[in-house]
């Protein structure tokens, strides 16, 4: 794959095709001590960083997204709007790349983001409120298949008892 991804970038931008550096997989936790060292991660709108901007953010580390029209351009958005953090959320490929240099070079304000992240992030992995509303999910659908019967469209965990169709 890296050999295709470096002809296409190449092709397209050959000034720069000489300063791309790919890592090889490594195992998790080396993984996650190879982040620290990021100055930023960059949440690229044709693919999202999902999985990866949870864990640059348990590292703090700032990740640069844009919100796009897909959902896939709207994960680490939704992360950060979680957090309470819009500063690192941009609109437009310009601001995108102010945004990432700036993290990249201004030191300052880079540990102004990792503190703010570092500072936010318990609100994506200590929602406990969501554990339960998936508990009681999950009962409620599992009671309503025992007795034949489906879920409404507009279920709701604190209305469990109403909430069940034909």
Known sequence: ?????IERISRKYPDIVNRII?????PYKKFLGFLTIADVILDTPMFTGGLTSLQ????????????????RGRVTSGYYKQMGLKS???????TYVSLALKLAHDIDFRHRMQAEIRDNSHKLY???????ELE??????TMASYDGQKLLKDWQPN???SNQGP
């Not at 794959?1 to 991804?5: A, I, R, Y």
């Not at 690192?88 to 310009?94: M, P, V």
């Open 1 to 5: 794959m890296s050999t295709l991804l």
């Open 22 to 26: 790919f890592v090889p997989k490594m």
């Open 56 to 71: 640059a953010f348990a590292m703090a580390v700032p990740v640069v997204t844009s919100t796009t029209d897909f959902m």
């Open 88 to 94: 690192l959320i941009t609109s437009d490929a310009n």
């Open 126 to 132: 200590e929602r406990v409120e969501v554990i339960r």
């Open 136 to 141: 009681a999910f999950f009962i409620a659908a």
């Open 159 to 161: 209305n469990q008892s």
